[in-house]
Nanobody, 130 residues
Framework: QVQLVESGGGSVQSGGSLRLSCAAF????????LAWFRQAPGKEREGVAV???????TYADSVQGRFTISQDSAKTTLYLQMNSLKPEDTAMYYC????????????????????????WGQGTLVTVSS
């Protein structure tokens, strides 16, 4: 069973940077799709970035060019480097893992799965002030 533990959240001013980490416990290397989600107060949880098993990275339009998802060489820690932060990036950030695709690419539409994922972290809070 996979367990995920996030860290690295905090408060930062607009334009600043933060790096989130997600430590994965369990046999995860090369077997799981890994993603970052976020949930702002009063809003639904939304996908932010994902790494597929083949290494393909996908980002939400709202963070493209500002956020970077990566893994360490042992693939036991997932990172989210967040630059040029905006107040609208304020949210609880969660990492997630699943043995099936988290970002599903379809012929007509693509979407982020949130239901039934194998593992979620407890979340880490990011607050961006203007």
């Amino acid at each position: 069973q996979v367990q995920l533990v996030e860290s690295g959240g905090g408060s930062v001013q607009s334009g600043g940077s933060l790096r989130l980490s997600c430590a994965a416990f369990g046999y995860i290397s090369g077997r799981y799709y890994l993603a970052w989600f976020r949930q702002a107060p009063g809003k639904e949880r939304e996908g932010v970035a994902v790494i597929d098993i083949d290494g393909t990275k996908t980002y939400a339009d709202s963070v493209q060019g500002r956020f970077t998802i990566s893994q360490d060489s042992a693939k036991t820690t997932l990172y989210l480097q967040m630059n040029s932060l905006k107040p609208e990036d304020t949210a609880m950030y969660y990492c997630a893992a699943d043995r099936d695709a988290i970002y599903v690419r379809g012929w007509e539409m693509s979407y982020w799965r949130t239901a039934g994922l194998d593992a979620w972290g407890q979340g880490t809070l990011v607050t961006v002030s203007s």
